[in-house]
């Protein structure tokens, strides 16, 4: 069983994912990321890999993109930082981005070393079913990768069910069709949740975009096996002089565990 499976075998409601930025705020601030969110209590990272044309996210997870990018962050940058996590990180971890700088990379090369390093799954918003289905999925499965697809309130039945079909781990649930960070509130989507529900999906359903704080996590959570966090927890790092005391201070408010008690 895969850490994703094993995740959600043993915890099916309230799993919390965090969305962090690969060498954000500083180059080097990308194990240390991880580690403080893992103390701090989330379930499982999502690692984002910077890119300077990220359709879905929004200005704050953009500019965090462009600041690593700036900080000189690469995908062998990137692995070379990875290379001893599990010595450290024993929770889940994704690689989130997009589909071009893997391709430059060279796909299989990118899994087998992903894989390598300890890395999970890959969520690749850009990346196509027909894609997916012909070339990449085939060579994800042969190095153990799980891969994880989007759904929002405009996808159909039907489509759904082809993605779930295809996902491995869990369904991303975007919570409205815009990019990251808005501030909407997802209870003005009761439909598209209670929609999913009832189409007893084979994964597990996380909802994201627009989890900023415990209200909105706590509301998701009503509706799916748990949540994402990306901006909100990008601002309380964002020029924090101790990236692990605002990391855990972030989660305490999120997950209800003092900060102090850690």
Do not use: W
């Amino acid at each position: 069983m895969t850490r994703i499976g094993e995740l959600f075998g043993r915890k099916r409601a309230r799993v919390l994912s965090v969305y962090s930025t690969a060498g954000f705020p500083q180059l080097n601030s990308t194990i240390e990321v991880m580690k403080a969110l893992e103390a701090g209590g989330a379930d499982m990272i999502e690692l984002g890999m910077p890119y300077s044309d990220p359709l879905a996210d929004g200005p704050v997870i953009q500019a965090s993109s462009t600041k690593a990018l700036e900080n000189g962050m690469t995908l062998a940058v990137l692995f070379e930082q990875l290379k001893d996590m599990r010595r450290s990180i024993h929770i889940p971890v994704l690689l989130m981005g997009y589909i071009n700088p893997i391709l430059q990379y060279g796909f299989e090369r990118f899994c087998e070393t992903a894989r390598r390093v300890g890395v999970d799954g890959l969520i690749l918003p850009d990346l196509p079913i027909y894609e997916y289905e012909t070339e990449y999925g085939p060579i994800l499965r042969k190095h153990g990768l799980d891969f994880v697809f989007l759904v929002t309130p405009e996808t159909s039945a039907e489509r759904i069910r082809k993605v779930d079909m295809l996902s491995t781990g869990f369904l991303y649930a975007v919570s409205s069709s815009s990019t990251t960070g808005k501030n909407k509130d997802i209870g003005e989507q009761e439909d598209y949740f209670q929609r999913l529900q009832q189409m007893k999906l084979r994964n597990p359903v996380l909802v994201g975009f627009g989890i900023r704080d415990r209200d909105s996590f706590d509301a998701a959570c009503r509706h799916a096996n748990g949540a994402i966090i990306g901006t909100a927890y990008i601002r309380a790092i964002d020029k924090a002089t101790n990236v692990d005391a605002a990391t855990r201070e972030f989660l305490s408010g999120i997950v209800g565990v003092e900060a102090g008690a850690l």
